[in-house]
T-cell receptor, first 113, second 113 residues
């Protein structure tokens, strides 16, 4: 079945620096890739998503890139702020399998001020 | 629109008991998916319901079951609880099935003693 690997498991950056989180998926049929942010004790919140017919998507300080050939996608956060500190999860989904999301293990992002 | 709601928010049960969790999706959303979140296994897909039919199922034992009502509200049931069932149970709703954007509820924290 589908497997999603996420790296790094923890990431510490200085406020204002950029952060990059990378994920690799195993099933080439995957065609939907969301990213969720989860703060302590809160629900996962969708921050950005990308579909397989698009190579890059940007929303203010957040961007996601997708490389279908290499089967990996990345989250880029620029000008990080302390409120960006949270756990970030990548996920992959295959259209034929409904809304089933396979998640990466998560990345703890700490932004130091 | 109101977001996804889940009840109860916290639950304490003992081994061998059964439990029922409830999820009310965003108005107009017909798909509800359930996920289990634990520190060791991360976020794992349990099942998805769409228009009262189970659309897909994850790799969980038959003790885990669910259903969906005509108003799209969903319940999941865990019978014969085990210590390892202690987790945060999250539901997510979306308008359609087929790799659609999902919005999570706050979760139900289940503790099995």
């Amino acid at each position: 079945g589908e497997n999603v690997e996420q790296h790094p498991s923890t990431l510490s950056v200085q406020e204002g620096d950029s952060a990059v989180i990378k994920c690799t998926y195993s099933d080439s049929a995957s065609n939907y890739f969301p990213w969720y942010k989860q703060e302590l004790g809160k629900r996962p919140q969708l921050i950005i998503d990308i579909r397989s017919n698009v190579g890059e998507k940007k929303d203010q300080r957040i961007a996601v890139t997708l490389n279908k050939t290499a089967k990996h996608f990345s989250l880029h956060i620029t000008e990080t702020q302390p409120e960006d500190s949270a756990v970030y999860f990548c996920a992959a989904s295959i259209w034929e399998y409904g809304n089933k999301l396979v998640f990466g293990a998560g990345t703890i992002l700490r932004v130091k001020s | 629109k109101a977001g996804v709601t889940q009840t109860p928010r916290y639950l304490i049960k003992t081994r061998g008991q059964q439990v029922t969790l409830s999820c009310s999706p965003i108005s107009g959303h017909r798909s509800v998916s359930w996920y289990q979140q634990t520190p060791g296994q991360g976020l794992q897909f349990l099942f998805e319901y769409f228009s009262e039919t189970q659309r897909n199922k994850g790799n969980f034992p038959g003790r885990f079951s669910g259903r969906q009502f005509s108003n799209s509200r969903s319940e999941m049931n865990v019978s014969t609880l085990e210590l390892g069932d202690s987790a945060l149970y999250l539901c997510a709703s979306s308008e359609r099935t087929r790799a659609d954007t999902q919005y999570f509820g706050p979760g139900t924290r289940l503790t099995v003693l």
